[in-house]
């Protein structure tokens, strides 16, 4: 009898996660599209800067895109290593907005903490404009893993040239790099 119950629960598990797994394939394969790709042009967007933020009103990516080189920082208050990205951000964005930078910092802060996203840029020096998705439409679709940090570079042509998870202090000189690089770039010819 315990043979037969164990078989029973050992098909019940397998079934199971054979469900899940065809669940998180379908979830992937729904919202890979969406997501920005190295080589394509990323979904533009509006958003409204962060309530107490250093920047006020709303930034929307389709008056850069195409235009300048942008970096996109997915962030929340509650991620540590998002508290070490910013800043090294702050200082490329300094000495490089003269040449056409843009930087923007999208929290992904809900309704509940996002009241401290605002004090806690200007805390980190930041200047550049540090939005609010709490409806995560913009989250949804280029950073659909909710990955925190998450950076995307876009050329000059508008197009996707990095994406990163993540972040560590040993990259700061491969990002500064980077990040010359993408503002060095010029436009190509459409």
Same mark, same amino acid.
Request: glycine share 8%; aromatic share 6%.
């Given at each position: 009898?315990r043979v037969?119950?164990?078989?029973s629960a050992?098909?019940?598990?397998?079934a199971?996660?054979?469900? #899940?797994?065809a @669940?998180?394939?379908?979830a992937?394969?729904? @919202?890979?599209?969406?997501?920005?790709?190295?080589?394509?042009?990323?979904?533009? !967007?509006t958003?409204?800067?962060v309530p107490?933020?250093?920047?006020q009103?709303? !930034? #929307?990516?389709?008056?850069h895109l195409?235009?300048?080189p942008?970096?996109?920082? !997915?962030?929340a208050?509650w991620c540590?290593?998002?508290?070490q990205?910013? *800043?090294?951000y702050q200082?490329?964005?300094?000495?490089?907005r003269g040449?056409g930078?843009? %930087?923007?910092?999208? #929290? $992904?802060?809900?309704? #509940?903490s996002?009241?401290?996203?605002g004090?806690?840029?200007r805390r980190?020096?930041?200047t550049? *404009? %540090?939005?609010s998705d709490l409806?995560?439409s %913009? @989250?949804?679709?280029l950073?659909p893993r909710r990955?925190?940090? !998450?950076s995307?570079?876009?050329d000059?042509?508008g197009?996707?040239?990095?994406?990163?998870?993540?972040?560590?202090?040993?990259?700061?000189?491969q990002?500064?790099?980077?990040?010359?690089?993408? %503002?060095? $770039?010029q436009r @190509?010819? *459409?």
């Amino acid at each position: 009898m315990r043979v037969i119950a164990r078989r029973s629960a050992t098909r019940c598990f397998v079934a199971a996660a054979a469900l #899940s797994m065809a @669940t998180v394939c379908a979830a992937a394969v729904a @919202t890979g599209t969406a997501r920005a790709r190295v080589g394509a042009r990323p979904a533009t !967007f509006t958003l409204p800067a962060v309530p107490g933020g250093p920047t006020q009103g709303r !930034f #929307s990516l389709a008056e850069h895109l195409g235009r300048r080189p942008v970096v996109i920082l !997915f962030w929340a208050t509650w991620c540590a290593p998002c508290r070490q990205e910013l *800043p090294l951000y702050q200082r490329l964005y300094e000495r490089l907005r003269g040449r056409g930078l843009v %930087v923007v910092a999208i #929290s $992904m802060d809900d309704a #509940s903490s996002i009241g401290g996203a605002g004090p806690m840029a200007r805390r980190m020096g930041l200047t550049f *404009p %540090v939005l609010s998705d709490l409806d995560t439409s %913009v @989250t949804t679709r280029l950073n659909p893993r909710r990955a925190a940090p !998450f950076s995307i570079w876009i050329d000059r042509n508008g197009l996707v040239v990095r994406e990163r998870e993540g972040f560590s202090m040993a990259e700061r000189e491969q990002i500064t790099r980077g990040v010359e690089r993408l %503002v060095a $770039m010029q436009r @190509t010819a *459409p």
